[in-house]
């Protein structure tokens, strides 16, 4: 079975330019999780949708960050503008109900 | 808040039994989850309990919840150089399982041979 896929896995762009990330949950999940991992925060929860509708963005961490789930195949993370601070490991996880989190094999974003 | 915490490290070598440690804060947890995570890779699902057991097994791996300490274990059998990596516990917060997870710092275990 193919697990969740994110894209690119990695990304080094400059600082002031938009970065978009892709997920493609696995297919029947219907909740999907956005987190970001960095040596000083850990594993944070950015963002998480269920049936396509965000539940619980508490975690963004500032308006420069937006997520979208426009079907159940697929989500973005985008930051507008991105600052070195954004750099870090940023993950996908997909679930269906009263079932665990999958995780994709993340995106490594570096902002120059 | 809700907050996990974990050792950082842990080595030992390669036919011994690991066991890494995590407690929690959140007494409403329902599930609580193993993940390993490999170097460049994503979190693997190990194992989870559900708050009612005490005890999982699943071939080399046991998990023990002490859910009056919020203490849970993993415990791994003749671990070998293949289990070194970074383990997470996670609590979920509220009475679903696809909700929120907190995720504990991680614990790097080291397998030397």
């Given amino acids: 079975d193919a697990g969740v896929i994110q894209s690119p896995r990695h990304e080094v762009t400059?600082?002031?330019?938009?970065?978009?990330?892709?997920?493609?949950p696995i297919s029947g999940h219907n909740s999907l999780f956005w987190y970001r991992q960095t040596m000083m925060r850990g594993l944070e929860l950015l963002i998480y949708f269920n049936n396509n509708v965000p539940?619980?963005?508490?975690?963004?961490?500032?308006?420069?960050?937006?997520?979208?789930?426009p079907n159940a195949s697929f989500s973005t993370l985008k930051i507008q503008?991105?600052?070195?601070?954004?750099?870090?490991?940023y993950f996908c996880a997909s679930s269906e109900s009263n079932q665990p989190q999958?995780?994709?094999d993340g995106t490594r974003l570096s902002i120059l | 808040?809700?907050?996990?915490?974990?050792?950082?490290?842990l080595s030992v070598r390669e036919g011994d039994s690991s066991v890494i440690n995590c407690t929690y804060t959140d007494s409403s947890s329902t599930y609580l989850y193993w993940y390993k995570q490999e170097p460049g890779a994503g979190l693997q699902l190990l194992t989870y309990i559900f708050s009612n057991m005490d005890m999982k097994q699943d071939q080399r791996l046991t998990v023990l919840l002490n859910k009056k300490d919020k203490h849970l274990s993993l415990r791994i059998a003749d671990t070998q150089t293949g289990d070194s990596a970074i383990y997470f516990c996670a609590e979920s917060t509220g009475s679903s399982n696809t909700g929120k997870l907190i995720f504990g710092q991680g614990t790097t275990l080291q397998v030397k041979p």
Avoid: W, Y
């Fill in chain 2, 1 to 9: 808040g809700e907050d996990v915490e974990q050792s950082l490290f």
């Fill in chain 1, 14 to 24: 400059e600082m002031g330019q938009e970065v978009t990330l892709r997920c493609k």
């Fill in chain 1, 81 to 89: 503008p991105s600052e070195p601070r954004d750099s870090a490991v």
């Fill in chain 1, 102 to 104: 999958h995780f994709g």
């Fill in chain 1, 55 to 69: 539940i619980d963005d508490s975690g963004m961490p500032e308006d420069r960050f937006s997520a979208k789930m």
